[in-house]
């Protein structure tokens, strides 16, 4: 589903599986592709909307949780892509590929990266995307924020109406409260978050940032 001239949004599509957000540009990136079991799914999803996952250059993620890297290594091998990732995910990758993996019953998902961003961007003709580090829900996660047109992609860091999960391998509750009061400081017309519904209007996002630090702070 096209989102904006840029930015495709393809919902996630059952359990362990999570939203996919594609930039299609000079450049074309894919952010999380999300779950194996569903990448046939979403490969036609994208044919729909006239995307060729051959012409896909680059797979990246917002972090590394298994609902959104288990399809970087399959997506590979169908695109040519090159999977590049923030170097907090370098740094992560054990505690999070390893550790997380296992307590959400994982066993030997691994993916190899071919390189990594550089300076906290992101960057195609059309778009560029600051990366904001966030932790908190787990210590790589990063945002994908795109100041020109206010949008938003934080990975798990916050939903509509919540918030990412903190019982983890490296997650902690003050560091992701932290995170998203940062983020909360941002102009943000579109909140594109890594699973359920997305948040819309500046209006909408701004009481979404609202309601989940008065209502879901308490309870981390
Ligand atoms: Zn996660
Ligand atoms: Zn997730």
């Known amino acids: ?24 540009d000079d450049l074309n990136v894919i ?10 799914q979403l490969i036609k999803d994208l044919f729909k909307d006239g995307i060729d996952p051959k012409d ?7 972090h590394l949780h298994p609902d959104h890297c288990w399809a970087n290594e399959g997506f590979k091998n169908i695109s ?9 995910h370098k740094k992560f990758y054990d505690m999070t590929i390893t550790e997380a993996s296992k307590f959400l019953g994982f066993e030997g998902l691994e993916f190899e990266a071919d390189s ?12 560029d995307f600051e990366l904001v580090p966030s932790p908190g829900h787990s210590p790589e996660s990063i945002c994908f924020y795109c100041r020109s047109e206010k949008i938003l992609i934080p990975g798990d860091v916050i939903f509509a109406q919540n918030t990412g999960r903190v019982d983890l391998p490296g997650g902690n509750a003050e560091e992701l409260k932290q995170s998203i009061e940062e983020l909360s400081q941002l102009e943000i017309e579109y909140l594109l978050p890594g699973h359920m519904d997305i948040v ?21």
């Open 1 to 24: 589903m096209k989102l904006t001239d840029n930015l495709y949004f393809y919902p996630e599509k059952g359990m362990l599986d999570c939203n996919t957000y594609v930039i299609k």
């Open 31 to 40: 952010i999380d592709p999300g779950s194996l079991q569903f990448l046939s």
């Open 56 to 62: 896909i250059n680059i797979i990246t993620n917002t």
């Open 80 to 88: 040519r892509a090159k999977i590049i990732i923030h170097p907090l």
């Open 116 to 127: 990594y961003l550089d300076n906290n961007k992101l960057s195609t003709a059309h778009m």
């Open 200 to 220: 819309t209007g500046a209006e909408d996002v701004k009481s979404n940032f609202e309601f989940v630090k008065k209502h879901v702070f308490a309870w981390l």
